[in-house]
C-alpha cells in the first residue's frame, strides 16, 4: 500500500536559506556603521540634556527651560535611532520600557513628586524616561512650568533623577557595545535563535511593529471600534509625536539598507518582482502617506483621520514583508512570540 | 480468530505497562513544572476546538490542577498496576480530556499517547508484576491473549509508515524542507552541531528519516532484523531529541518499540531483575473487544489517507491533516488581521488579536482554517455584547508562508467569516 503524494504545491520553489552565507562582514558592518555611531550620539544628546536640567534646576528660567526642551528634543529623536536594537545590554537594562515608556502616567508623576517615594529600578512603570519628561517640561506654559521648578526642590530633584537613571542605562548599553557583547556579536552568527542575525531581525520587527500599533494604530482609534485616543500619542505635551514617528521610520529603513544583501544574496521574490524592491517601495509608500499628515498627531487623528488611516494600512501592509516574508526567505524564526510548548 | 487468540507471553506487555505509566508521570510533572498548564490552559480565554468536540468545557481554574494531579496518580497506577484498570481508565479520560480542551495544542504523539492508553484500558497488563495481584490475590498469569500484546505493535507500525509515507512528498525530498530550515539553526549542537554547516546534510537527513519512517516497523517485525532495528530506533530517536523540541516523543518511541521483542526476550529481563517465581499459567481473558479493535485499525488505516478525497494541497490547506500522522513536514507561519463591521450601524473596528488570544494560539491561528472561523465565530459574538454590534461582519487579512515559500493570500478576503460554518466539505473560503 504506496500512496505518494503528488498534490504539491505550485511555484515558486523554497528560499534557498543563507546557506553558506558569511555574514561576519555584515554584522561587522552593522554594529560600526550603524549601532555603535546611534548609540554613542544619543549617548551624546543625553549628556546634553543632563547638564541642561543641571542648569535648569540650579537656574530656572524661561531660556533655560528652552534651552532644556531644545535639548530634550535632539535627544528623545535620536532615541528613535537606538530603540530596534533591544536586546543584548539594551534588554539586560531594559533600555526602551525604561527610557520610553508611553503614554506617561501623570497621576503617578505627580505623586511620586509630591510624596518623593519612587523606585525607577521597577520595571515597566510609566513615570520615568523621556515621556515623563516630555510631561514634566511641557504639560504647562513656560513661566508657570519655571515657577513651579523654582519652587520645588522635589520636582527638581525629580528631573535630575530621571535624567541620572536613562544616562546610567546608557552608559551600560554604550559600554557593553564597545567591549565584550560588541567582539561576540560580530562573531555570533548563523540563523537559529539567539544568534546576532536573529537578534537584529526580530528586534527591527518589533519596534516597527511599535511605531505602526502603539504610536500610530493606538491614538487613530483603529483597534477600538473608531473612538480615537488622542492622549496615547508618543510625546503628547511636546506635540513632537510626528516628527519621532519620521525618526523611528528613518531608522527601520536605515537597518533595512543595511541588511537589504542578505534578499540579494537568497534572491528572495515577492509577486513579480524582489522581495527587496518590494520593502523599498513600501517604505517609499509610507512616508509619501507620512508626508500628508499635519501636526500634531494627537489633533490629527481627529482632524484628518483619512490620511492617518491611509498610513496606517501602507505601514501594515509592511509588516507581512518584513515579518513573514523576509524572516521566511532568510529561514530566520520570528521569536519574540515563543512557543511555550513541545511541538512534533 | 485463532491467531489473534493463541496464547503469548505477558511481559512484552507488561514492560510496556511500567514505562508507558513512567514516562505519563514525567510528562504531566514536566508540564506543571513547566508552567505550562498556566499559559496553555489557565491564561486562555478561549479556546479552539476539534470539530464534533464543541461540547467539551473547561474545568474552571480551580479544578484544571486537581485535573493535572489526577492524571498524574493515575499514571502512577498503571506504572504500579495498582487499581490498574481504574487506573488506566482515569488516565485515559483525563488525558484526553485535556487534549479536547484546546486544539492548539494538538500534537500527534499526544493523539499517539490518547490511544495507546485506550488500549491500556482493555488489556489485562496488570496479570504479572502488579500491586493488584497481591492486593486482590490474582493468579500471576504468563499467557495472554495473542492480540493484547499486538495491538501495540500494530499502532506503532501504522504511525512510522504513515508518518514516512507523508515524507514522500516534493519539498521533503527535493527541497529537503523544512529540514533546511531547522537543521542550520542547530549548529551548536553538541557533537553533531558542525554537520549543519553544510547545505547537503539537511538533504541526508530528509531521505533517511522518510527511509527510517517507512521501513521500521517492518523492520522490527523481523526476528532477524530486530536487534539492528533497535539500535537505529534508538540513535534515530536520540537525532530528533537532540535537534527537536518534541518532548516526550522520542522516548515514547523508543520505548514502546521494545514491545516487537519475544516474551522470551523481556522474561530473561525479568529474570534478571531478580522475578524467578514464573507460573506457567494462561489467563482465560475475554476477546469482547477483538470486533471492536479491528473496526479501530480500519479507521486507523483509512484516516492518514482521507486528505486524498479533497482535491488540495494538504499542507497548504491541512484538510485532513490532523490525526495522519503528519508530522515535522511544515514550517509554515502567517498573520491574520481581523477587522469587525456593524452592518447596522457601519462602526468597524481592526482586532487586537492579543486581546483575545494567547501568542501561541495566535500564531496557530493564523494557519489553521477551522480555527480562524472559529475565531471568527467569537469575535462576531464578543462585539455582539460588548460593543452592541446588532449585524457583525467579520472579514479577515491573511497571509501564509509555508516551507520558505512567499507568502500568499490565505483566507480569501472580503468574505464574512460569519457566513461560513466547518464541515468536512471543501474548504473553498482558502485559496488553493
Not at chain 1, 535632539?74 to 515608556?101: C, H, I, K, M
Not at chain 1, 502616567?105 to 511620586?112: G, Q, T
Not at chain 1, 511605531?211 to 511636546?238: C, F, H, M, Q, W
Not at chain 2, 478525497?309 to 507561519?333: C, D, H, P, T
Request: aromatic share 14%; with cysteine; net charge neutral.
Amino acid at each position: 500500500m504506496i500512496v505518494v503524494s503528488c498534490k504539491d504545491e505550485k511555484k515558486p520553489s523554497s528560499s534557498k536559506c543563507l546557506d553558506g552565507y558569511n555574514q561576519t562582514t555584515l554584522l561587522n558592518t552593522l554594529k560600526n556603521t550603524l549601532i555603535i555611531p546611534s548609540l554613542e550620539q544619543h549617548q551624546d544628546k543625553l549628556s546634553t540634556l543632563s547638564s541642561s536640567i543641571t542648569t535648569l534646576t540650579a537656574n530656572p528660567t524661561t531660556g533655560n527651560l528652552s534651552a532644556t526642551k531644545t535639548a530634550f528634543k535632539n535627544a528623545y529623536l535620536s532615541f528613535q535611532t537606538v530603540a530596534q536594537y533591544d536586546f543584548g545590554p539594551a534588554e539586560t537594562v531594559d533600555y526602551r520600557t525604561s527610557l520610553n515608556n508611553f503614554p506617561a502616567d501623570k497621576a503617578v508623576i505627580d505623586n511620586n513628586i509630591n510624596t518623593g517615594v519612587y523606585n525607577f529600578l521597577i520595571e515597566g512603570t510609566f513615570d520615568k524616561g523621556y515621556p515623563a519628561l516630555d510631561y514634566l517640561l511641557y504639560a504647562n506654559d513656560a513661566s508657570t512650568t519655571v515657577s513651579n521648578i523654582q519652587n520645588n526642590e522635589k520636582f527638581k530633584k525629580y528631573l535630575r533623577d530621571i535624567v541620572a537613571d536613562m544616562t546610567t542605562r546608557t552608559t551600560k548599553v554604550v559600554d557593553a557595545w564597545n567591549g565584550e557583547f560588541g567582539t561576540s556579536f560580530s562573531s555570533n552568527s548563523g540563523t537559529a535563535a539567539g544568534t546576532s542575525l536573529s537578534q537584529v531581525i526580530n528586534n527591527w520587527n518589533k519596534n516597527y511593529e511599535i511605531t505602526k500599533r502603539d504610536r500610530i494604530g493606538i491614538p487613530a482609534g483603529v483597534l477600538s471600534v473608531g473612538k480615537t485616543n488622542p492622549k496615547n500619542v508618543e510625546a503628547y505635551y511636546s506635540g513632537l509625536s510626528l516628527a519621532l514617528i519620521d525618526a523611528s521610520i528613518d531608522a527601520s529603513e536605515s537597518l533595512y539598507n543595511k541588511i537589504d544583501v542578505l534578499l540579494a544574496h537568497v534572491n528572495a521574490q515577492k509577486g513579480d518582482k524582489t522581495l527587496d524592491a518590494t520593502i523599498k517601495n513600501q517604505f517609499a509608500l509610507i512616508k509619501g502617506k507620512f508626508a500628508k499628515l499635519d501636526g500634531p498627531l494627537s489633533q490629527a487623528v481627529d482632524n484628518d483621520k483619512e490620511d492617518v488611516l491611509a498610513f496606517y494600512k501602507d505601514a501594515t501592509q509592511m509588516v507581512l514583508y518584513t515579518k513573514t516574508d523576509l524572516p521566511t526567505a532568510l529561514c530566520i524564526s520570528i521569536t519574540y512570540t515563543e512557543n511555550p510548548s513541545d511541538s512534533d | 480468530m485463532n491467531y489473534l487468540t493463541e496464547k503469548v507471553k505477558i511481559y512484552p506487555l507488561v514492560t510496556i505497562r511500567f514505562l508507558f505509566g513512567l514516562m505519563m508521570v514525567i510528562g504531566g510533572i514536566r508540564f506543571i513544572i513547566n508552567d505550562w498548564v498556566d499559559k496553555l490552559y489557565v491564561q486562555p480565554n478561549f479556546f479552539f476546538k476539534f470539530y464534533g468536540f464543541h461540547w467539551v468545557e473547561y474545568i474552571g481554574d480551580d479544578y484544571i490542577y486537581p485535573v493535572f494531579y489526577l492524571m498524574i496518580a493515575s499514571a502512577i497506577g498503571i506504572a504500579l498496576g495498582l487499581f490498574y484498570r481504574l487506573s488506566a481508565i482515569t488516565f485515559f479520560l483525563t488525558f484526553t480530556y485535556i487534549e479536547l480542551l484546546d486544539a492548539t495544542n494538538y500534537l500527534n504523539h499526544y493523539y499517539l499517547v490518547c490511544i495507546l492508553a485506550l488500549f491500556f484500558c482493555i488489556v489485562p497488563a496488570h496479570r504479572a508484576f502488579s500491586i493488584d495481584q497481591h492486593l486482590f490475590k490474582l493468579s500471576p498469569n504468563e499467557y495472554i491473549p495473542r492480540w493484547c500484546v499486538d495491538i501495540f505493535k500494530l499502532q506503532l507500525i501504522i504511525v512510522y509508515t504513515c508518518a514516512g509515507l507523508a515524507k514522500l512528498s516534493p519539498d521533503w525530498l527535493f527541497d529537503a524542507m523544512p529540514l533546511r530550515v531547522w537543521l542550520p539553526e542547530k549548529t551548536a549542537t553538541p557533537l553533531i552541531g558542525w554537520l549543519f554547516q553544510y547545505a547537503w546534510v539537511p538533504y541526508v537527513f530528509s531521505w533517511a528519516g522518510a527511509l527510517y519512517d517507512i521501513t521500521i516497523g517492518y523492520l522490527l517485525l523481523s526476528r532477524k532484523w530486530r536487534p539492528y532495528a533497535y539500535v537505529i530506533v534508538c540513535v534515530f530517536h536520540g537525532f530528533t531529541h537532540l535537534l527537536f523540541n518534541i518532548g516526550l516523543f522520542p522516548f515514547i518511541m523508543t520505548l514502546m518499540t521494545l514491545v516487537f521483542f519475544s516474551g522470551d526476550f523481556h522474561k530473561r529481563f525479568y529474570r534478571f531483575f531478580g522475578f524467578r517465581r514464573m507460573q506457567n499459567k494462561t489467563l482465560h481473558y475475554t476477546n469482547v473487544f477483538v470486533p471492536i479493535l479491528i473496526l479501530h485499525f480500519v479507521i486507523q488505516i483509512l484516516m492518514p489517507f482521507r486528505h486524498h478525497l479533497y482535491a488540495s494541497q494538504i499542507n497548504w490547506k491541512e484538510e485532513g491533516y490532523r490525526f495522519a500522522w503528519r508530522v515535522m513536514l511544515v514550517e509554515k507561519s502567517g498573520q491574520a488581521i481581523f477587522q469587525v463591521t456593524d452592518k447596522a450601524t457601519g462602526r468597524t473596528t481592526e482586532v487586537e488579536n492579543r486581546n483575545h488570544l494567547t501568542a501561541f494560539q495566535e500564531k496557530q491561528m493564523a494557519i489553521q482554517p477551522d480555527f480562524i472561523i472559529q475565531y471568527a465565530h467569537y469575535l462576531a459574538d464578543y462585539y455582539r455584547q460588548n460593543h452592541n454590534f446588532t449585524d457583525p461582519k467579520v472579514t479577515v487579512t491573511s497571509n501564509v508562508t509555508l516551507n520558505g515559500r512567499p507568502s500568499r493570500e490565505f483566507v480569501k478576503s472580503n468574505l464574512d467569516l460569519t457566513q461560513i460554518n466547518i464541515t468536512f466539505a471543501p474548504t473553498k473560503w482558502v485559496n488553493d
